[in-house]
């Protein structure tokens, strides 16, 4: 299994990415959101074209491969490739890539949808004046057909995908249009929870999981940097609140870190 992840992992991106549009307003603060295993219930889904695109490629046992797919998560696919098979060919990596992005969209968008929580969350969050952004590693276009389809762009001031950067690109954008707001990124994995971490001033908050063979708990994603964290996204309004509400943190690095569980 792959080892920790960081920011540092990300694979390069086109060299004149398109900036981030302007959100319409900021009043309280920028909340932005990873798309899969966040707010589109995929993640098993995904896991699993993983698993066999990885199979194929690679000859990796399937169930081996997902495990280590989702060991990796929030890194681009093309990311979690180099570090999971470093000495295969760089061709070899591309091209199971681009079969994975394709079968992500007929495979898994097709079939996925938001999680049950996720409309009212988000519309709590906006009639409190929280300016609302989406961040993914997949195409933008992809993502925003997706949240189309399932009457959740209207939420959203920007959909922010790979043309626009990486998703810690997205986060020093807005931190720095916007240095004196309260920003925070919501997502599923470690990735996120440490990419959260590098950016001063930015909150963490973390969804947890639990799918067949694999959990990872709320006090997995504590552990790595989120302010709060918990299996449904439900008391994600009143979280924030909370979170504003308390004093300054000090600036002392946190406990040691966790592993999630593969069973």
Excluded: C
């Amino acid at each position: 299994m792959a080892g920790a992840t960081s920011h540092h992992s990300e694979v390069a991106r086109p060299a004149s990415p398109r900036p981030p549009p302007d959100p319409v307003r900021v009043e309280r603060g920028v909340v932005i959101f990873d798309l899969d295993g966040t707010l589109l219930d995929d993640l098993s889904l995904i896991s699993h074209v993983a698993a066999d695109v990885m199979h194929r490629a690679f000859g990796t046992p399937p169930e081996e491969a997902r495990i280590h797919y989702l060991a990796t998560t929030g890194l681009p696919f093309e990311a979690q490739l180099a570090q999971l098979f470093p000495t295969a060919a760089p061709e070899l990596r591309a091209a199971a890539a681009a079969t994975f992005h394709q079968r992500k969209v007929t495979e898994a968008y097709a079939h996925a949808g938001p999680f049950p929580e996720v409309p009212g969350m988000l519309k709590r969050l906006a009639q409190a004046r929280w300016t609302l952004v989406v961040s993914t590693g997949g195409e933008t276009e992809m993502a925003e057909l997706v949240l189309e389809r399932e009457g959740l762009r209207f939420w959203f001031e920007a959909v922010l995908g790979s043309h626009e950067g990486t998703k810690r690109e997205h986060l020093v954008e807005y931190r720095r249009r916007y240095p004196d707001v309260p920003l925070t990124l919501v997502g599923d994995s470690r990735f996120d929870m440490e990419t959260a971490q590098s950016i001063p001033g930015t909150v963490a908050i973390g969804r947890a999981s639990r799918l067949h063979g694999w959990t990872l708990t709320p006090g997995d994603l504590t552990q790595w940097g989120a302010a709060w964290a918990d299996y449904s996204l439900a008391g994600l309004p009143a979280a924030l609140e909370e979170i504003l509400a308390r004093p300054p943190r000090s600036s002392g690095r946190r406990k040691s870190r966790r592993t999630p569980t593969a069973r």
